[in-house]
């Protein structure tokens, strides 16, 4: 780590000209020729502003020049630093990643035959084929700069009993910090999996993750993904997630946004084999000042697919939330059963939500709908629970928990769901 | 225990009150009747403490405090209780689970210990009885999906749970069929002991012929135009509001 950019394009060229000088061996590899070509459509395109369609809510650009401008690289952790980690206490795997460095002295990995877990092996998993939506130039960033992963396989017919908790720390205290996370989950034909991923930030400057997770499910697999962001009030992170599923194969995935000063999901989900069906949940509570935005897209390509979102916002103080939720029904995708919501409370007058449902249909027998539905705390509701002795801030409370349990309540996983129920609990009394 | 004196109060820069004066006692029940739009449920809503009215004039003392100064949730906590003319749906909260938030709350007020969950349940499952409700409606979302009947019949449950000083019965036999009627008028009537009071505000004499007033007063145009007993009910039953309205004009 030597020079010091002052543009992020900049500071992007010397990432990439740090990694090529670390890959020792490995340069000139089919792998170094994914990197070389990814990185060369982002320097094309450029990152992007608020004129970028997809980005138009989205002033994360800006706030990357703002943050890392001099950037020269990560700090240096001590031990003593690492560990004053505190997990939150998931039961299953452990995989723990700080400052996207995988930690082996805080990870646990539980063994069970049929269930892969390979960690740091991009350089074998990167040739094998890219299916993260590589449209968004973070995601195509993500390809060229990607250093620490894991890889998890569930082999055919394989249930894996424990759950695997991908835990991404963020820690700021020394210097600020950019990471490019990668993981991939492949989950075999009649094979079931449990993936949590939680993102966990501290420290007082600021951070970047820009991370990546590529899932797959064959034939009649089932998987549960649950995303969990707990990030500090200076972290900002994109996330591509894409799932492609097979015939009969069923997606539970639910995206939980608690933090973060700019957090920006983008879910892909591809129906590629006939009868599969797609279930994605999010809720996001916005920091004072933070932004929590949600893309989806939902691509119905074959026919007598099913998809059920929903997702949920309380925005409060200064924070926004975005969700744009996009459904393709390509042509001959008939029998599709398509459906999403997204409902929104506004907590003062000075939180934004920008929402806009998305769908494109190119089939003629299907079922779509899509609803959504922005407004402030229910008055009636309110002055009924006031007037049974319930005071304002306690009969509030109730009520954004009621609301939110809609979503948490789809977490199967129930240390995950207590946990998340807990945040929120610690969210609205603040 | 209540003391209303000459109460005006407006909603949206409209007079609905014009002037109220009413006294209730511990062990009376008070009917108040009167023509749709004559300020029933207005009357029930200032009392709860209702955010969208304003108070213009006039006192509302309970049990010597100053009713009007107070918050909504102190109200209820003090021991007043106002059955709603429509129960809102509340949808992801229990009755069973805001009751005890509720119950605790008031208890506390009232220097009483929190009940824990067993205790609780034990006194669920005994008023319960009053109102013949069925556990597993109080399991689900407040008043969602419920029937008419059923949200009423949840009113005068919680109504037991949170044992009032004074209960306020907004047209609570709208929408009712006979039977509904009759089992939530002989919960109030269960209900009744010589250290509380009920105000019943109906359209209909028919509730009445449940719940025995002791006061029937007519409210016509903002104000108590004419005060008598459960004969009085009778006499609008069989004439309407149409004479009080023709007295009132002439007077």
Not at chain 1, 208 to 222: C, D, H, L, P, Q
Request: aromatic content about 6%; overall charge negative; charged content about 25%.
């Amino acid at each position: 780590m030597s020079e010091q950019g002052s543009t992020i394009a900049e500071v992007l060229q010397l990432q990439f000209a740090d990694l090529e000088r670390q890959l020792n061996g490995s340069a000139g590899t089919a792998a170094h020729a994914v990197r070389k070509q990814a990185f060369a459509r982002v320097k094309e395109t450029g990152l992007p502003t608020r004129k970028n369609e997809e980005y138009k809510y989205l002033a994360l650009t800006r706030e990357l020049e703002k943050a890392f401008a001099g950037f020269v690289g990560n700090p240096e952790l001590a031990p003593a630093d690492i560990g004053k980690v505190e997990l939150p206490g998931l039961k299953g795997s452990e995989i723990v990643f700080v400052n996207g460095v995988y930690n082996e002295s805080l990870s646990n990995i539980c063994e069970q035959a049929g269930v892969s877990i390979r960690i740091n092996s991009l350089e074998q998993v990167l040739p094998a084929g890219v299916t993260a939506n590589v449209n968004d130039t973070f995601a195509g960033l993500n390809l060229a700069l990607a250093t620490g992963g894991v890889s998890i396989e569930v082999s055919q017919n394989t249930i894996a009993t424990e759950a695997v908790n991908i835990i991404h720390i963020t820690n700021t205290e020394k210097g600020r910090v950019f990471a490019s996370p990668r993981h991939r989950v492949t989950v075999a034909e009649n094979a079931q999996a449990v993936i949590t991923e939680v993102f966990i930030g501290s420290g007082q400057h600021c951070s970047f993750t820009n991370s990546v997770m590529e899932t797959s499910i064959a034939r009649k697999g089932i998987l549960h993904h649950y995303k969990v962001g707990l990030d500090g009030n200076h972290d900002m992170r994109v996330d591509n997630t894409t799932c492609r599923q097979q015939e009969k194969s069923v997606l539970h995935t639910v995206t939980i946004g608690y933090g973060g000063k700019i957090v920006r999901n983008n879910l892909t989900i591809r129906l590629e084999g006939e009868y599969a069906e797609a279930n994605l949940d999010g809720l996001y509570l916005p920091t004072a000042h933070g932004t929590l935005d949600n893309h989806t897209a939902v691509d119905h390509r074959v026919p007598h697919c099913n998809s059920n979102e929903l997702y949920k916002g309380i925005i409060g103080s200064n924070a926004t939330g975005v969700f744009n939720g996009k459904v393709f029904v390509r042509e001959g995708a008939q029998k599709t059963n398509a459906f999403q919501a997204n409902k929104n409370i506004l907590l003062a007058d000075t939180a934004t939500i920008n929402t806009k449902p998305q769908l494109e249909i190119w089939a003629d027998d299907v079922k779509c709908s899509h609803g959504c539905t922005t407004g402030q705390m229910d008055k009636e509701q309110l002055f009924y629970l006031r007037a049974r002795g319930i005071d304002e801030p306690s009969a509030r409370k109730l009520l954004l928990k009621a609301f939110a349990e809609d979503v948490i309540k789809k977490i199967a996983d129930d240390t995950l769901r207590a946990r998340v129920a807990a945040v929120l609990e610690e969210k609205l009394a603040s | 225990m209540l003391t209303i004196n000459n109460l005006k109060a407006s909603v949206e820069g409209m007079e609905i009150l014009k002037g109220i004066s009413l006294e209730v006692k511990p062990g009376e029940v008070h009917a108040i009747m009167g023509p749709n739009g004559s300020g029933k449920s207005t009357l029930a809503s200032v009392l709860a403490g209702r955010e969208e009215y304003d108070v213009e004039g006039g006192s509302v003392t309970f049990q010597g405090q100053d009713l009007l100064e107070m918050a909504p949730e102190d109200r209820a906590r003090a021991g007043i209780f106002l059955a709603f003319q429509y129960p809102v749906e509340i949808p992801g909260v229990s009755t069973t689970n805001f009751l005890k938030a509720a119950v605790n709350k008031v208890r506390e007020y009232r220097g009483l210990p929190e009940l824990d969950a067993v205790e609780f349940l034990k006194l669920m499952k005994e008023k319960m009885q009053v109102v013949d409700i069925d556990q597993s409606l109080l399991r689900r979302s407040l008043n969602e999906g419920f029937s008419g009947g059923e949200k009423k019949r949840n009113e005068i449950f919680q109504m037991a749970m949170l044992e009032p000083t004074l209960a306020i019965l907004d047209e609570t036999d709208s929408g009712l069929d006979i039977d509904a009627l009759r089992i939530v008028a002989n919960g109030v009537n269960t209900l009744k002991r010589e250290d509380n009071a009920t105000i019943v505000i109906t359209h209909y004499q028919r509730l009445l012929d449940y719940i025995v007033p002791d006061y029937v007063h007519v409210l016509y145009n903002g104000r108590l135009v004419k005060s008598g007993t459960k004969e009085l009910a009778l006499e609008l039953e069989e004439r309407g509001y149409d004479w009080i309205k023709e007295e009132h004009i002439s007077a």
